[in-house]
C-alpha cells in the first residue's frame, strides 16, 4: 500500500508539472521585418504634353481618363513577387498601402496602377525606354528594407 501511495504521489506530481509548464507563456522571438511604401507624386508625361509641348484635340480627354484620383490599386513585382497593393489619397499625391517584408534587398522589376474597374492607367518604364527619363524612378531599381522600419520610395 505504501508503494501504490508513493507511485500516486509521483504520478500526481508529474500532471502537476505538466500542467504548469503547459500553462506558461512562451514568449516567441519577435519577427523580425520592415515595411516599403510606394509613393507617386509629381507630373505625368501627360501634363507635360497638356502644358504645350502637344495640343492634338483629344489630349483633354486621354488626361482626364489617366486621372491619378481613378487608380484604385497598385500591381508590382518584387524579387520575383507579384503583389496587389491597394492605393490611397496622400498630401497632393498618391501611395500605396504597406508592404511588409523580411529585411533585405528587393528589385523592383515591374509597377502599374489600374482603375476599380481592372482596367491599367500607368505602367513606370524602363530606363532604356523612350519615356525613362521622364520618371523620377525608372525600373528596375532596388529597394531596401531594414528592420521595425517603414521606407518610402517616390514613383
Known amino acids: ?12 506530481l508529474g500532471f502537476a508539472l505538466v500542467f504548469m509548464y503547459s500553462c506558461q507563456d512562451e514568449e516567441a522571438a519577435p519577427e523580425e521585418q520592415g515595411g516599403v511604401e ?6 505625368r508625361v501627360d501634363d507635360v504634353k497638356m502644358n504645350g509641348l502637344s495640343s492634338k484635340a483629344g489630349d483633354e480627354k486621354d488626361a482626364e481618363a489617366c486621372d491619378m484620383a481613378l487608380a484604385s490599386y497598385a500591381v508590382l513585382e518584387l524579387a520575383g513577387e507579384t503583389y496587389t497593393i491597394d492605393m490611397q489619397a496622400w498630401g497632393d499625391g498618391y501611395k500605396t498601402d504597406l508592404i511588409e517584408l523580411d529585411p533585405d534587398t528587393y528589385q ?13 492607367l500607368y505602367a513606370t518604364p524602363m530606363a532604356d525606354s523612350e519615356f525613362g527619363p521622364f520618371v523620377s524612378q525608372s525600373l528596375p531599381f532596388d529597394v531596401t528594407v531594414e528592420n521595425y522600419r517603414k521606407i518610402e520610395y517616390d514613383l
Not at 500500500?1 to 500526481?12: G, I, V
Not at 523592383?108 to 491599367?120: E, G, I, K, R, W
Open 1 to 12: 500500500m505504501k508503494n501504490l501511495l508513493k507511485n500516486l504521489n509521483y504520478l500526481f
Open 38 to 43: 510606394f509613393i507617386l507624386a509629381g507630373h
Open 108 to 120: 523592383v522589376t515591374s509597377f502599374q496602377l489600374y482603375d476599380a474597374d481592372d482596367n491599367p
